[in-house]
Structure formats: C-alpha cells, structure tokens
C-alpha cells in the first residue's frame, strides 16, 4: 500500500481550497515554478483522483475486514497493536457498544 506522494497530496489540498477542480488546477499551476514546466492538465487531475479513489477503497475494505476479524476475535488486539493503542480501541469499541445499546432501548 502506498501513501500520498507530494503531487496527489497537493491536488487534493487545492482541490480542499478551491470551489471545483478546474479552479484548484488554474491555481496549483499559477502557484508552480514556472522554469519546471509541469503543468497539471484537468485530464490528468480527474485521473489522478480516480486512483486515489480506488486506493482509498481497497484501503477501506482492509481495515474494515481486520476490524471485522477483531469484533469476532478480541485476542487478536494484542497481536496486532501495540499495547497501548490495542487498550484505547478497546475502550473506544466499548464505548460505542454502550451508545449503540441506550440507542436501541430508545
């Protein structure tokens, strides 16, 4: 699995900053050093956040197959966090196991 690289973290914060995507690529241009011609094209930008999609996705599907896996098995939080990290999800699964429950009974 890879993280952002410089380039897709860019875009996405111009992307954050601006109204629409053509706007943020008028400005991540602007905003470039104009003696590297690297300009980002709206072609390239939808693809760009096309891949980030689809990372994003099978990102999500992992994490939410291994939580999944320690809902059913509480064991494994002591084999896949360090302790102190396994301890707060712990408390923070328990704690939505009591919202979830007052809900209910609402």
């Known amino acids: 699995m890879t993280l952002l690289t410089p380039r897709e973290k860019r875009l996405l914060e111009a992307i954050g900053r601006s109204r629409n995507v053509k706007q943020a ?5 602007r905003s470039m050093n104009p003696s590297v011609k690297d300009d980002i094209t709206l072609q390239a930008a939808y693809q760009t956040l096309y891949r980030i999609r689809e990372r994003y996705k099978e990102a999500r599907q992992f994490v939410n197959e291994v939580v999944a896996l320690r809902k059913k098995y509480p ?6 966090a360090p302790k ?3 301890s707060r999800i712990r408390v923070e699964d328990e704690q939505e196991e009591k919202e979830e429950e007052e809900e209910g009974r609402r």
């Open 75 to 80: 064991n494994l939080d002591n084999r896949l």
């Open 84 to 86: 102190t990290l396994a």
């Open 25 to 29: 690529i008028e400005s991540l241009n």
